[in-house]
């Protein structure tokens, strides 16, 4: 019996079966072979949410949520947060080495190469309705990309997939500042090639009648450190959606958007922006202690606590902390840090959030340093889309080069009505919970 086992009895049958591990999990597939009888099924796991299920096997990001540990790749995120650029990151995390000197000139070289939009596609974001959420314009935008590059559907040929993901890269900044422009009503702006990439995003959001766009460098680097932050997060809701999507092998452009639109959720990206909200409807340090009354009463959520993996704080929040005083130097000190802060001391200290472990995560203070930056809570989560861009595309890689994996299609415990009569429409009874607009 091999050691690395299990040895499970069905007491059903009083049969006993063995079951190996593999790398400390089971294979639900093993469990299979145990029947009731040979018209039984076999034995099927039961997990809505994936609370206990790995998808799959990655090498790109670890996380150990217990002891609040990140690493992209093996590299901690504080360590890349302070010595490394955005692009830099994104490399590594695409191609599972820091790049060399060449290789980021290189890397930043071609990316550059692909910041432009189509034309067509400024006239396809010309048409949504003055007040679209600016996440919504950029799920829809980038779906539409797809129609662009119609060779972006031959995923098993790796000059394409090398081509649309640069493409995406590339073109991410452009689509997130003109869904920004529009909600504005301020015209596009052409991407600056001799800028860096949050610079010339910045450029893009910002720029007015002057001829260059200066960006402030303390506010680019930490636009810059926050994509880092944010570049991926192993199998979050978007990305077990950039990979659902991408297992049946819908191109690279509609599998980002999909996954973008999980992000686009309040649970997941979307929390950011509803922090802020949270922060603006408190409004005073003398209303937190009600807040978190409300919190606990159930009412409400403190948006941007908690978390599925971390049960301590999650480093990226710590990070951000930190950025936030830099940013703070320049712009001055945003006055909901101080609401922020004493929900955090209050929160940490609080028997119901210390029993659940609950601890601020990336969105509790992204806001408020994006708020600092200049940016309105709209754009929030377009703003944490743009990075994980590359994690999706680097796990989407990571999927098609797997083996082991085939369309997404997990199964079901069907709870409905058994064979049922037909029943002719003028003999049917009113339906009881029918949906009704
Ligand atoms: N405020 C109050 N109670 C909470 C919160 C919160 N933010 N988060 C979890 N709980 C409670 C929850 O009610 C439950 O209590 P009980 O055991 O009494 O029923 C317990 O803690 C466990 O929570 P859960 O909902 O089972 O945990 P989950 O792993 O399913 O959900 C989460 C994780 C992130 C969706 C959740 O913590 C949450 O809704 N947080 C607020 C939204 C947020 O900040 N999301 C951003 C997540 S990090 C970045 C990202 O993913 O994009």
Redesign the pocket.
Known sequence: MPEESLTITDNRTGASYTVPLFKGAVRAMDLRKIKTGPDDFGLMTYDP?F?NTASCQSAITFIDGDKGILRYRGYPIDVLAEKCTFLEVAYLILNGELPTEPELKEWTRKVTLHTMLHENTKQFMRGFHHDAHPMSMFISTIAALSTFYPAAHDIFSRESRDLQILRLIGKVPTIAAYAYRHSRGLPYVYPDNSLSYPENFMSMLWKMTEPKYEANPALARALDVLFILHAD?EQ???TNTMRAVGSSQADPYVSVAAAAAA?SG???????E??LRMLDEIGSLDRVPEHIKK??A?E???????????KNY?PRARIIKKAADAVFEVTGRNPKLEIALELERIALQDD??VK?R?YP????YSGIIYQALGFTPEIFTVL?AIPRTVGWLAQWQELLGDSEQKIARPRQIYTGHDLREFVPIEAREKTPAAVTA
Do not use: I, T
């Open positions: 949410a609370m997060h979050n809701c978007s992000l309040p649970l997941h990206g979307g929390a950011n509803e922090v919190v606990k159930g409400v959520k403190l948006m941007g606590f908690g978390h599925r993996v971390y999650d119901y959030f659940r609950l995560n990336v969105d509790f944490f």
